[in-house]
């Protein structure tokens, strides 16, 4: 049940926005956008690549991937390779003298005749400074999920981070601040030497739960408030908010549940208990099964449900400020 309007984050977009009319006048900035599983790190990022679209920039994408064996470069990879489907790339590199290094990630810029080069995180990356500054207004490279990135795509951010100034291209990198990684180690000593800016992505406040779920059940503002009482225990995430609608919905007591909600004496009384069954449906992957709940989805949801119970707690929007601190 997703939310087909962004909710808050008015300040955080604000100050994105105005570093990528920067990028577009060549003054290239990175940024890191940190948080909780589920707090909106992605639709932030999402967001401001279709402004950034509607800028006249080219905007990227790849993502890292949890896995026991990573492909080096693969998020950079699959952002060249959206750049590859465009046809911009093959107009954009066709001059480079990078156009060798960035054939050997996207096979389509390949030239008879020519070996490809070996390629290093250094040279990707500044094929990528100089490929993707040529393509549209500027462009948006957004690299998603970096604490679970290969070390050539860490190394590529560290070298990105630094020699953007220049250059127009805004970077954009995702990632989890709640457990250790190579990506939040290498973010924290991006951030402490400057080269970049940190963005902890808060959790919603309960007005803004509220018109999360005013906007996810398309209701009116009475039921807005019995939903965002409904919603009480999520703490703000909004993935734990369109998991607890869906799971109420699917187990056809949506309706009940916020009837009850409506009238506080009802509402006390059924509050823990639809949470409850909610949430643990949603940890135990007991929701039936919806195409969207993929194997990442149950991961975040449980990892979600687990954080419902630290309230408060959970929050992390000092933890690579903190990092950043005792770096310098
Ligand atoms: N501000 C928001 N307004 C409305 N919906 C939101 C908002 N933030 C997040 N969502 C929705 O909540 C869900 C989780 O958000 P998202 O995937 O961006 O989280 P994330 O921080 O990137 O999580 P992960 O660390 O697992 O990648 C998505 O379906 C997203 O559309
Ligand atoms: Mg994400």
Known sequence: MLSPV???????????????????????????????PGVGKSRLAAELSSLAEGRGFASYRGRAVQSASPVPFRPVTEALMQLGRSGSLVQAASESEYRSV???????????????TEVNPLTVAEALLRVLALTGTGS??????????????????????????????LLV????????????DIARSIIARRSAELMAVPRLTEHEVEQMAGACLDADHETAVAASRLLANCDGLPFAVEEV????????????????????????????????????????????????????????????????????????????????????
Do not use: K, M
Request: aromatic share 4%; with cysteine; glycine share 10%.
């Open 6 to 36: 962004l909710i808050g984050r008015d300040a955080e977009l604000r100050t994105l926005v105005t570093a990528l009319d920067a990028a577009g006048t060549g003054s290239g900035r990175a940024f890191f956008l940190t948080g909780d």
């Open 102 to 116: 960035l054939a050997t990630l996207v096979p389509e810029l390949g030239q008879p005749g020519r070996t490809s």
């Open 140 to 169: 948006i490279l957004i690299l998603e999920d970096l604490h679970w990135a290969d070390p050539e795509t860490i190394a590529t951010v560290d070298y990105l981070a630094d020699n953007l100034d220049g250059r127009r291209l």
């Open 173 to 184: 990198a995702t990632l989890r601040d709640d457990e250790p990684s190579a990506g939040l």
């Open 245 to 328: 609608l869906a799971a109420a919905a699917a187990s056809g007591q949506l309706e009940h549940r916020l009837e009850c909600h409506r009238q506080p004496v009802c509402g006390e009384a059924a509050h823990g208990a639809s949470l409850r069954a909610a949430g643990s449906a949603s940890a135990r992957h007991r929701t039936p099964p919806r195409s969207e709940l993929d194997a990442r989805t149950r991961f975040r949801s449980h990892r979600s449900t687990r954080r419902w119970s630290s309230r408060g707690g959970g929050r992390t929007s000092h933890r690579v400020r903190d990092g950043v601190e005792s770096d310098r």
